[in-house]
């Protein structure tokens, strides 16, 4: 049977590569090895770059549950889907890779002035560890700053580049961490915070409660990566059921993670866990775009699935160039506490030149000031859907479609909820009273909190998506006049069909030309003036019935009348009765609202097969994402397939 799911916008099926792989030799990994062995069932290695030293094409490397302290560097990749070379927890506990050391040794801290001029926070006990010199060799992340070599696009007048100046190297306490300073003293207002010292050789820190490091434990990070091979384009690896965490990662570019592809290709990713990684979670691509390209030489076609990327600084998975990849059933929480969205590498994903892609049955959820996910440029024929884009903390937009001209990409039944927005509400200026009655309809450069998001995109395609409660709009594009020379579009010919919008503060749609298309939506609690056109200006700010009367546009769409709720952290979704208006003549120019069970049916598009759940689409159903929904019947809208 067909995955309609797996159908892209060209009508053609997402190639699946993958096939049963033939496994004739096994080498097996304890850490708690009484001695060192030689990788049999009776006398295991006791690391894991013991077997990764020696694999070949179809070893397959089985590893007990323990913590291992290095970075795995596969020697060699395998051969054929079928003679891959895996690395894969042994199923009889966690298998934590760690790239961070046990400090042991402490000494109260007192050769650095603690206080100058401020009242401290609570009763400040300031320790000090000095690093062991054996643990650094290499690469030490305390004399290392966030950002890397690549600073060519950080525009320096828009940012606070305290935090790409801070150091890489993490504390955790107990498995969390602490949160670093540039001054000594701000640790007196900081309780659980850490400063290190010029020469990055000592660290000094504070406990969240002020208490003795000997009764908890402290690790620093050591290492820059969990997992990555130290030769490049490695293919047919397999990363199973491994927890990867304290990764000394650097800001991107280029795109170094804690489980790195290293430029290879043929690689499946699945049932990890990154834990705490400083800035990139996994990289699946060419890294930057500063290497020599071997001409022929194959990137991407990853499959990267059933993953927890948590809590990742900057950006979760990283795909420069990373074209004909499958990123399926994943949870990306937390990402982008390092604040460093305008090195413009931030996102839960960010990707580059993505042909043929397939991003389905995500989570996505609790993104810090940074995108949920981002497509960068020369974007052809990938789909993304049955995601959810959930709580966007000061976040501009849900998704980004940069500067896109060549062919269609698809973003279809997807839930986006909780576009936050960022940036100075001081700096909004408010019309009060009758002058809100002459004002022009200009555009607001300073609200932002969209959706969905286009910059000089072409041949977009949205349809049967939920996207509710934007600061700003629930779509906006603008186009980018400079940037057509084998980049960016014009802003045209970009479909909205058949999706509901919902709460959105300024509007629902915000088209920059009226070269695009919208069908059959609905709009639901939506201010005035809630439909767009920008240009030429003044702007045009309409309601449903002038949208229809002057562009034609949604001529099959409605005002809709009800309540949505979507429960953000137990995935859950239930659909209710509109409370009765306070004001009922607000509701004056709306014409007839439909409720619920009023919304009209439509005809089905060849573009979109299936529906949120994966059925196959019936011949005529309602807008969104969830056509038989009940009234008053909370249901899961979580779309991963758990095995």
């Not at 060419?286 to 950006?315: F, L």
């Not at 991003?359 to 859907?385: P, Q």
Request: proline letters at 5%; hydrophobic letters at 35%; charged letters at 20%.
């Amino acid at each position: 049977m067909q995955d309609l799911t797996a159908i892209l916008p060209n009508g053609k099926s997402f190639v699946f590569w993958e096939k049963d792989a033939i496994y004739d030799r096994e080498l097996i990994v304890d850490a708690s090895a009484a001695e060192c062995g030689d990788g049999s069932a009776s006398k295991p290695f006791r690391t894991i770059n013991e077997a990764a030293a020696i694999a070949t094409p179809g070893t397959r490397v089985r590893i007990h549950a323990g913590i291992y302290r290095e970075t795995v560097q596969p020697a060699q990749g395998g051969e054929s889907p079928e003679k891959m070379i895996s690395y894969e927890a042994y199923g009889d506990g966690e298998v934590s890779i760690r790239a961070s050391v046990v400090a042991t040794e402490f000494y109260p801290s007192t050769e650095w002035s603690l206080f100058r001029g401020r009242a401290a926070v609570g009763n400040p006990v300031i320790w000090g560890t000095k690093l062991n010199p054996h643990d650094f060799m290499g690469y030490n992340p305390f004399c290392a700053v966030n950002i890397l070599h690549d600073r060519l696009y950080i525009e320096y007048e828009k940012t606070d580049m305290t935090t790409y100046l801070l150091r890489r190297g993490m504390v955790f306490v107990d498995g969390k961490p602490l949160q670093q300073v540039s001054l000594y003293t701000e640790m007196s207002q900081i309780p659980g915070s850490y400063w290190v010292e010029a020469n990055g050789q000592t660290v000094h820190f504070r406990l969240p409660d002020d208490g003795d490091p000997k009764d908890h434990l402290i690790e620093l990070s050591a290492r820059e990566q969990c997992f990555a091979p130290e030769k490049p384009f490695l293919a047919y690896i397999r990363v199973k059921g491994l927890t990867c965490a304290h990764a000394a990662t650097g800001a991107p570019v280029p795109q170094r993670g804690s489980i790195s592809m290293a430029r290879g290709h043929h690689w499946i990713i699945e049932d990890c866990t990154i834990d705490w990684s400083n800035c990139v979670g996994i990289d699946i691509g060419s890294e930057c775009w500063h290497r020599t390209r071997t001409p022929g030489q194959i990137v991407g076609h990853a499959i990267v699935r059933r993953n927890k990327i948590m809590d990742v600084g900057v950006c979760g998975i990283a795909g420069m160039g990373a074209s004909y990849c499958l990123i399926e059933d994943n949870l990306i929480q937390g990402t982008g506490w390092q604040k460093m969205e305008l090195s413009w590498e931030a996102g839960a994903i960010k990707t580059h030149n993505s042909v043929d892609c397939l991003i389905r049955r995500n989570i996505f959820t609790k993104t810090l000031r940074c995108d949920h996910l981002w497509m960068d440029c020369g974007n052809r024929n990938n789909r993304i859907t049955q995601n959810l884009f959930l709580d966007g903390i000061e976040q501009r937009e849900a998704i980004f479609m940069e500067c896109t001209r060549d062919e269609p990409n698809l973003i279809d039944n997807n839930v986006i909820w909780n576009v936050q927005g960022r940036f100075n509400e001081a700096d909004v200026p408010h019309i009060h009273g009758s002058a809100t009655w002459y004002a022009m309809g200009e555009e607001n450069s300073i609200i932002n909190g969209w959706g969905i998001y286009g910059e000089g995109t072409d041949h977009l395609r949205i349809c049967n998506n939920l996207i509710g409660r934007c600061r700003s709009a629930g779509y906006f594009q603008k186009t980018v006049a400079y940037r057509l020379a084998g980049r960016g579009g014009t802003a045209r010919d970009n479909n909205l069909f058949q999706n509901i919008f919902y709460d959105c503060g300024e509007a629902a749609i915000k088209f920059p030309t009226d070269k695009n298309q919208s069908e059959g939506n609905v709009f639901v609690q939506m201010p005035s003036g809630y439909l767009r056109v920008l240009y030429p200006q003044p702007a045009e700010c309409l309601d449903l019935q002038t949208w229809q009367e002057f562009h034609g546009f949604d001529m099959t769409g409605v005002d809709g009348d009800f309540s949505v709720n979507v429960d953000t952290d137990n995935y859950t979704l239930t659909i209710s009765a509109a409370p009765a208006p306070m004001f009922p003549f607000f509701r004056f120019g709306k014409g007839e609202m439909k409720t619920w069970e009023q919304l009209p049916k439509l005809d089905a598009m060849d573009l979109v097969p299936s529906d949120f759940f994966g059925n196959e689409a019936a011949p005529q159903h309602i807008a969104g994402p969830f056509p038989n929904a009940e009234m008053n019947v909370t249901f899961s809208i979580d779309p991963r397939k758990l095995v």
